[in-house]
């Protein structure tokens, strides 16, 4: 098993020229306070204590000066749309893009950093770093806002299920709760595009998958859980790496193409859910119609609302995944696996109400 604090978070192999990653990048800490404020980091487990402590600008984990170097332009990029954000700007489906690019690099960043904090305790063998991550699962953003407020705090980044699959996080800036979610073909089926009628998982990380064409209408909601109903959310359906399959016909529909954003690059047209449950794709020239009507009086009443849905959704995905193992002996030590996640989720949604 490589050494869980050398490897670079980028690549997964040992730096060459060592610099240092801050997967909280300095610009949102400075752009919610003072980067050298004392943050609390739980372990596994762990429910809001503070038995770990530092400064947000401390939060940083190894990585190589090369890698380090590419992908700062993702970070000046997504810096630009999360400022829009937080000033309700008008937002085109590149931006959205871009950020779920971004979400894409701090959820994996948080999950191999959490793990290097707590000495690798869950003794994860990770088979993917950022750069196998980003824009490769289909992914989504809820969005929800709050009267005033000026923070920046995470959720859902310590429960069992965010250390075994970081699928599904949130994260509090300021006045803005976002709830980010990305799992393999999480919202193809009901937005149109190819999907999954066999899925074969493994405990190695392999999969088989026998895909089928879309069914081309789009059922709501998206993820076919409401999330929506203090909010909106932006969806993305992600298939890179389509021309590779032996499926590859079912991707070049007209239905795929009219609703991709890079047909080639495979990705959708951002969608975006209303609070109403109306979705649509966001439109060309960008709009505010992503900012949500309904506001929440603080933002830890925000951060409520969201963490709840984060639970139901790491539980969901859990189950997802046990459901797709069909080896009986994986499929039997999954299920006990599962029931930890349970009970541990289960603990969490009793500190929610606690949150401040």
């Known amino acids: 098993m490589a050494n869980p604090i050398k490897t670079c978070v980028f690549c997964g192999e040992a730096p060459a020229v060592k610099t240092k990653e801050h997967v909280i990048p300095q610009w949102l800490m400075r752009l919610t306070g003072d980067p050298k404020r004392i943050a609390s980091f739980s372990s596994i487990g762990e429910r809001g204590k503070n038995r770990r402590a530092f400064a947000f600008d401390a939060f940083h ?9 590419d992908w700062s332009a993702l970070e000046d990029k997504a810096k630009v749309v999360v400022e829009k954000i937080l000033r309700n700007g008008p937002i085109k489906p590149g931006e959205w893009s871009t ?10 960043g948080i999950w191999l950093g959490m793990r290097m904090l707590d000495k690798n305790v869950l003794e994860i063998d990770p088979k993917f770093h950022i750069a196998q991550r980003v824009g490769l699962k289909d992914r989504m953003l809820v969005v929800t806002k709050a009267r005033f407020g000026k923070r920046l705090t995470f959720f859902g980044i310590n429960t069992l299920a965010f250390g075994y699959m970081p ?12 709830l980010n979610v ?7 089926e009901r937005l149109g595009f190819p999907y999954p009628v066999e899925h074969d998982q493994h405990f190695s990380g392999d999969s088989v998958v026998k895909i089928t064409g879309g069914k081309e209408t789009i059922a709501l909601p998206p993820l076919n859980l409401h999330v929506t109903a203090c909010g909106t959310a932006i969806h993305q359906v992600m298939y890179k ?9 079912v991707w070049t529909s007209e239905h795929v193409k009219d609703h991709s954003l890079d047909h080639e690059l495979g990705m959708s047209v951002p969608f975006l859910e209303l609070e109403s449950g109306q979705v649509s794709r966001v439109k060309t020239a960008g709009s505010r119609e992503w900012v949500p009507k309904h506001v929440f ?9 969201v963490a709840s849905f984060c639970l139901d959704i790491q539980s969901m995905l859990w189950r997802k995944w046990v459901d ?19 009970g541990d989720i289960k603990s969490f949604r009793k500190f929610i109400d606690t949150m401040t």
Do not use: H
């Open 61 to 69: 984990f190894p990585a190589c000066d090369t890698c380090n170097n």
């Open 99 to 108: 950020l779920l690019d971004w979400f894409d690099k701090v959820r994996v």
């Open 167 to 178: 699928s599904c996080f949130g994260i509090t800036i300021n006045d803005t709760t976002l």
């Open 182 to 188: 990305s799992y393999e073909y999480l919202l193809a």
């Open 241 to 249: 790496n389509w021309q590779a399959s032996e499926a590859s016909d």
């Open 297 to 305: 009086d603080t933002n830890a009443k925000s951060a409520q609302y």
């Open 324 to 342: 797709f193992i069909a080896d009986s002996e994986e499929k039997k030590l999954a299920k006990e696996y599962e029931e930890a996640m349970q």
